[in-house]
């Protein structure tokens, strides 16, 4: 956050080479993207079994599916990035930016905002793909003995 608000950044004449349009836009891509890896990943950080008890998925598979809720985080992660970054970039725009770049400052942070948010279901959490490995054991019994599993989805 403080590297895409900093003034190297945002103003024309900050350091040597920032002339350019595509060094400015790394500030809003910056800020973007760890705001919707914030939001992506709030949610699978969390704990999701009870430490004294795990429930099994039935044998027909899983009943519930991730992508909505993805889906929702990245959209809820892409529409408020633009809003971070204004908020961080401040009040104080510099007078050189151009309409066009104005508006790809809330284009780019909402974009990177939307592909942040998904970025943690690539690479997930420790939690959440301990969760994913948990929900693959299988321990059954019967009258005749115990089965131990681990299923494999593709």
Known sequence: ?????????????????THSVAVRMTGPAMIGLVWGATV???WLALPKCSPEWIGE????????ASWPLALSL????????P???????????????????????????????LGGALL???IPP???AAAR????????????????RYSLVF
């Open 1 to 17: 956050m403080w590297a895409g608000s900093s003034d190297a950044i945002k103003q024309p004449d900050g350091w040597p080479g």
């Open 40 to 42: 992506g990943g709030a």
């Open 57 to 64: 998925t039935p044998r027909e598979g899983g009943g519930r």
């Open 74 to 81: 990245a959209l809820l992660a892409g529409a408020t990035a």
């Open 83 to 113: 809003v971070v970054n204004a908020i961080v970039v401040g009040y104080t725009q510099p007078l050189e930016w151009t309409t066009l770049e104005r508006e790809m400052h809330v284009v780019t942070a909402g974009l990177a905002g």
């Open 120 to 122: 943690p279901y690539l």
């Open 126 to 128: 420790r939690t959440w």
């Open 133 to 148: 490995e948990l929900d693959r054991l299988r321990f059954e019994t019967d009258g005749r003995g115990a089965v131990f």
